[in-house]
């Protein structure tokens, strides 16, 4: 087998979870040190562990394990329901903790999601929204939005929002409150169904590292 065949790519998300994501990869025996230095430098190569990591934004990550150009991805359950994207899951990493909720200003918090009838949505992840809905028995109009998702109600567009919030910070802050929560997200391990496959004696291997590294304590404080 040729070194490329046998080599290993993983892709490391962009943004909050680069750091703990750096982390687990050290834990269980990757250098990371060329990722850690501040450089555009988007593809690293360690030839003599035979992996490759390629740096990326959180929401491309699945379409680049799908297609094949990375084995393995580090990715937030969220972004894997949103796309459901044709990928193994492998491994709750337990790190990037965070959940969605249904925000409404704060005046119409004492109203019920069942007394609303047809209401605006506005959100960055419309499929998730969607079929949380419909499993409550609600249609809703849901807007896709790729950013300032609080703003919404505030101007008119939308009558509640469904986002994801780790401390509520944001929510507060737009006179926003949670009056249901939807689901919970993790960083995940996921995997290219043909890689899992094909080269699954290493792959198992290397689940099996990030399993220990996760269940003795890795992210616990």
Known sequence: ???????????????TLFKPSIKLLEAVGFNCEPLKRESRQLV???QSRGVQYIICRPTDIPTFVEYGSADFGLVGKDTIVEQQKDVCELLDLRYG?????VAVPERL???KLEQWGRARVATKFPRVAEEYFRSIGLQMEIIKLHGN?????????????????????????????????VMNSTARLIANRVSHRYKAERVNALVEKFRNAVNGGLFDD
């Open 1 to 15: 087998m040729t070194a490329a065949a046998n080599r290993i790519t993983f892709a490391i998300p962009k943004g």
């Open 44 to 46: 690293f190569s360690d």
């Open 97 to 101: 903790g965070c959940r969605f909720v």
């Open 109 to 111: 918090k004492d109203i």
């Open 149 to 181: 998702i609080e703003l919404a109600p505030i101007v008119g567009l939308a009558e509640m929002i469904v986002d994801i919030v780790s401390t509520g910070r944001t929510l507060r802050e737009n006179n926003l409150v949670p009056v249901a929560e």
